[in-house]
Every structure is written in C-alpha cells, then in structure tokens.
C-alpha cells in the first residue's frame, strides 16, 4: 500500500493534489467521498482531522491541510529535479509562489463571496449584491488575461505545468463553471488555459483515478 493517502471530496479542490501527484509520478491512494447536503461525510471528518475540509493528504504519519501548503510539501519533498517549484531564493520559485497563494488569497475568497451570497443572504437584492462582488472577479481574471499574455507558453510561467497551474486551474474552473461574477463576459484567454492544462495527460489521469467534477 502506497504511503501517501489522498482524502479527496468530490467537487472540492482535492484534484489540485491529485494531479500534482500525478505530475510528480508518485504512487498514492484515493479515500473519496461524495458530499452530503454541502459537506464532507463524518467518517471522513473523524479520519481525516483537522477542520474537516478537503483536501487532506496524509504521507506516513503525517497529516496535511490546506491545498497550497499540501502543494509546497509535495514538491519541497518529491520534486527533485525542480521542475513544478524551483529550489529556494530562485527568482522563479517566488513568481511561481504569487500564484499558489493567490489561487485561494484571490481567486477564490472573491468568487466564494458571490457562491455564499446565493445561498446565505435572506433578504435584500442578491443580484444587487452579487453585482458588487463581481467587480473583484473580473478585475482578477483581467489579470490573469494579461499575465497569460506575458507568458513565453501556455501555462502562467513557460510551456509546462508549474505549481502555479496545479493551485490556479481549479479556481480557473470553479468560476467559470458555475458563472460567479462573469456576468456572460468571456475571457478568451483564461478559458483557454483551462482547456490546456486540463488536457495534460497528468490532469486527466487524476481526472480518471479520482472522478472529478465540478
């Protein structure tokens, strides 16, 4: 049995992991579970520790938490040829960093706002509301356009997937898919660079392994 577990919840950002893993080519086994009313299942909670969110890696003995921390772990340890994060004070370790911590920092307390919006606010105009927090959502994937356009590839730093791809695609795809604050606008761009890294053979391997979706 692999030493690495992947607690994966469907519809959550546990397929960023799984498809490091996949990048990284290192054996692991998937604990899914599909969500009931909104949440993980308890036995998945108790097992797994921490706040009872998804994804959790555990690696030996050792349990970790929050995707992003998972993501630098992952490749501090098993990514020795520095190809998904360069070593540290590499210049290039810290543009890759911007992105992993702005895929949740960002891209996704923005877009978040507007999900909670929809299913929390009781009263007052949720359009009105929503409306408000799309102006951040669309500053952000204005952003995004451009850096893309920076970039020497088809990924955020060159041509092959970093950890920058690994945290960004899926709130990439989290907004786009259910329309949190795109108001039908259409970045070209950043569609495309959802299609390209969802078209790697490592994302769609982990696809398959894990069943994701949105």
């Not at 577990?5 to 054996?27: K, M, P």
């Not at 993501?71 to 543009?95: A, F, I, N, S, V």
């Not at 791809?165 to 259409?186: A, H, P, W, Y």
Request: hydrophobic share 35%.
């Amino acid at each position: 049995m692999s030493p690495i577990t992947l607690y994966f919840l469907q519809a959550s950002r546990s397929n960023r992991i799984a498809w490091l893993l996949e990048e990284l080519g290192v054996d692991y086994e998937v604990k899914a579970a599909e969500r009931e009313g909104q949440k993980a299942p308890q036995w998945m909670k108790d097992e797994a520790g921490g706040l009872g969110k998804f994804p959790v890696l555990k690696d030996g003995e050792v349990f970790l938490y929050e995707s992003g921390n998972i993501t630098e772990y992952l490749c501090d340890k098993y990514d020795t040829e520095h190809r998904l994060l360069p070593p540290l004070g590499d210049p290039k370790r810290y543009q890759i960093l911007q992105w992993v911590h702005a895929a949740e920092a960002t891209y996704m307390l923005h877009s978040l706002a507007i999900l909670y919006a929809r299913w929390n606010q009781k009263g007052g105009d949720v359009a009105a509301t929503e409306a408000g927090l799309a102006v951040n959502v669309q500053k952000d994937l204005d952003y995004l356009a451009s850096e893309l356009g920076k970039s020497k590839g088809k990924f955020l730093v060159g041509d092959s997937p970093t950890a920058a791809d690994v945290m960004m695609e899926f709130s990439v795809d989290f907004i786009l898919t259910r329309e949190l604050g795109t108001k039908g606008k259409q970045w070209e761009s950043v569609d495309q660079y959802r299609k390209e890294c969802q078209g790697t053979a490592s994302w769609k391997k982990a696809q398959k392994k894990t069943g994701h979706r949105l």
